[in-house]
């Protein structure tokens, strides 16, 4: 089936419901911004909003849940986003409950409550589980109030620990498995002035723009007798050990600072103006984007044989970047490799919440 798809549609109960073959078509998955992708088939073909689909091809599978359907004269026209786009959703959880639990089963626990366990059965997604690799105590995601966005959590997990969820439609098993944790895959790296290599385009973030003081000034809110007064807290970037404190050994100069004001919680306002100062400190090692196009059936990199989360070594003119693998784009002949946590499309960076 080089060079083409085997698309299958399934309904939410997994039963199959549509199958066609269609020429390969551009696709792009971004860990960092997740987006529609427009899959275009001949003819008409039976399909709904909310079914998944299924692509299968030479290079693997791509699996989806579809959002939309347009039907023309001479074919039809699937709109559809990655399965993790089902965890883009607004739910509640005390932000207390973090401190006993890890980071993965924080998030875990979420999915379980909203889409595995909930009291309304229409709610609950059939088939759905949740697995863990790894643990992650002590983990500090700078939760503000007790509305989370599922994803944008998991994206802060990701930047800060190197925590991925994964999604993964087993249609012969009528599961949809959700992998929660830390990947332990080797490391890769590309030479980047190999003729194979089409296009390496490096963008890196400016560390002296990097704060390295935070000052948090908490304020008591309006039904608060100590409405008014404030208090402060003053942290620093530790140029010995890294860490973001109140007493560093060795300070960073030129001093970049920020202000960050937040409503004070009496039984918590140590442990949040700490995690906000953190959030604003915090020099995330694969601060940077990196682009590498390669032909769309290059035989050295091959875009399976890369995996979210997987550390990534590009040299290019000589010079050695460290990154991460967050995505992949292809058209008809071409695959580019996504690196690192940033994204210079304004659209996607909207979504770089912290």
Request: hydrophobic content about 35%; aromatic content about 12%.
């Amino acid at each position: 089936m080089q060079d083409n798809y085997l698309v299958e549609i399934f309904r939410k109960d997994y039963s199959f419901l549509s199958k066609a073959l269609v020429k390969a078509q551009k696709y792009e998955f971004d860990y960092m911004a997740l987006g529609n992708n427009t899959l275009v088939i001949p003819g008409f073909m039976e399909v709904y909003k909310r079914d998944y689909i299924q692509m299968t091809s030479d290079s693997g599978k791509i699996q989806g849940i579809v959002t939309s359907v347009e039907y023309k004269a001479a074919e039809t026209s699937v709109k559809y986003k990655p399965l993790l786009s089902l965890l883009d959703v607004d739910v509640y959880k005390e932000r207390k409950e973090l401190q006993g639990m890890t980071a993965e089963q924080f998030l875990g626990v979420m999915v379980q409550e909203n889409f595995i366990d909930n009291s309304d059965p229409f709610q609950n997604i059939p088939g759905f589980s949740v697995h863990y690799s790894s643990e992650t105590p002590g983990a500090t995601l700078n939760l503000t109030d007790n509305i989370h966005n599922i994803y944008d959590l998991a994206l802060k997990a990701f930047r800060k620990y190197g925590i991925v969820i994964d999604a993964e439609l087993d249609v012969m098993g009528r599961e949809l498995r959700c992998t929660i944790g830390k990947r332990e895959h080797q490391g890769k790296t590309i030479e980047g002035d190999l003729k194979n290599v089409l296009e390496v385009s490096i963008s890196l973030k400016d560390d002296e723009e990097s704060v390295n003081k935070a000052v948090i000034v908490g304020e008591y809110g309006e039904d608060d007798p100590l409405f008014g007064q404030t208090l402060v807290r003053t942290y620093y970037l530790d140029k010995v050990t890294g860490l973001t404190t109140q007493t560093p050994e060795q300070r960073v100069e030129p001093v970049v600072f920020r202000y960050k004001t937040i409503t004070i919680d009496a039984e918590t306002f140590e442990e949040d103006a700490y995690e906000e100062a953190y959030d604003l400190i915090y020099q995330e090692k694969y601060d940077n984007s990196i682009k590498v196009k390669i032909g769309r059936k290059d035989s050295l990199y091959k875009r399976r044989d890369f995996h979210i989360g997987q550390k990534c070594t590009i040299i290019k003119n000589g010079e050695r970047f460290e990154s991460v693998f967050t995505g992949y784009k292809s058209d008809l002949s071409e695959t580019t490799l996504l690196f690192g946590i940033v994204r210079l499309e304004y659209t996607k960076n909207m979504r770089r919440k912290r």
